[in-house]
């Protein structure tokens, strides 16, 4: 694990120097500092270019629906630019200093899917963190109400599961490892939010699509809210278009 830290003076360096040093020694991370007067989100990117295999995580904020707005624009540079998955994590609360000695531990990777096969494109990211982390993989679809179901359709039955059970059946082919899945039901971020509620130990992974017409694009706003609802660490991934 590395620290990165991009400041924009060089009169803050001596304590960002101080601040990242007691940190990295609290965590055994390796660190860097960057001064620069160009947007912060530039010196990550450029960091993450020259590290494929790296994974950024960055602690969010916001309070609005707007994930740009929660993640600041700092961390919606990234997710959005990155091209691959950036784990972002709102806190609830505030964190005792104590609380950062902690291990984390995720043993559970929830990925929502929607029947799309813009959604499908996190599987493989999901798959390979699932691995590295020891994790198990569950697949998650949400249907919304229905005001009248034939009784063919009705919740947990084969049809109403197919898609999702087959998503996993495919994963088990392709990747070689085991994936639950579940049908929820309601709105998606009500649903997925209501799923994950009081599982400390499990880390959602969305793929994130942009929309245009509201100024700066932003990111899906189900991803949105769950990032600021859910209080658990997000993987977002914003692929190319």
């Not at 994590?89 to 531990?105: K, N």
């Not at 998606?188 to 100024?215: E, F, K, P, Q, W």
Request: net charge negative; charged share 25%.
């Amino acid at each position: 694990m590395m620290l990165l830290q991009v400041i924009a003076h060089e009169r803050g360096l001596a304590a960002a120097d101080e601040y990242e040093k007691r940190l990295a020694e609290r965590l055994g991370a390796e660190r860097k500092l960057v001064v620069t007067e160009a947007h912060p989100a530039i010196a990550i990117l450029a960091e993450l270019n020259q590290r494929p295999r790296t994974l950024a995580a960055m602690t969010t904020h916001g309070r609005t629906g707007l994930l740009e707005a929660i993640l600041g624009s700092v961390a919606h540079s990234v997710v959005r630019d990155a091209w691959r998955p950036v784990l972002v994590y709102r806190p609830r609360g505030t964190a005792r200093d104590e609380a950062i000695r902690e291990e984390a531990r995720v043993n559970s990777l929830v990925a929502p899917l929607d029947g799309s096969g813009f959604s499908e494109r996190m599987v493989p990211h999901a798959v390979e963190i699932a691995r590295a982390l020891e994790a198990s993989l569950t697949l998650v679809q949400v249907l919304s109400p229905k005001t009248a179901e034939p009784p063919e359709a009705r919740p947990g039955d084969v049809l109403e599961s197919s898609y999702v059970r087959g998503q996993a059946m495919e994963i088990k082919t392709k990747y070689g490892i085991e994936a639950d899945w579940e049908v929820l039901h309601g709105d998606a971020a009500d649903a997925i939010c209501d799923y994950v509620r009081g599982r400390h130990d499990v880390m959602l992974a969305m793929s994130s699509h942009t929309r245009a017409g509201l100024g700066e694009s932003i990111l899906g706003s189900v991803t949105a809210e769950c990032v600021q609802r859910a209080g658990l660490p997000v993987l977002v991934y914003h692929p190319q278009e």
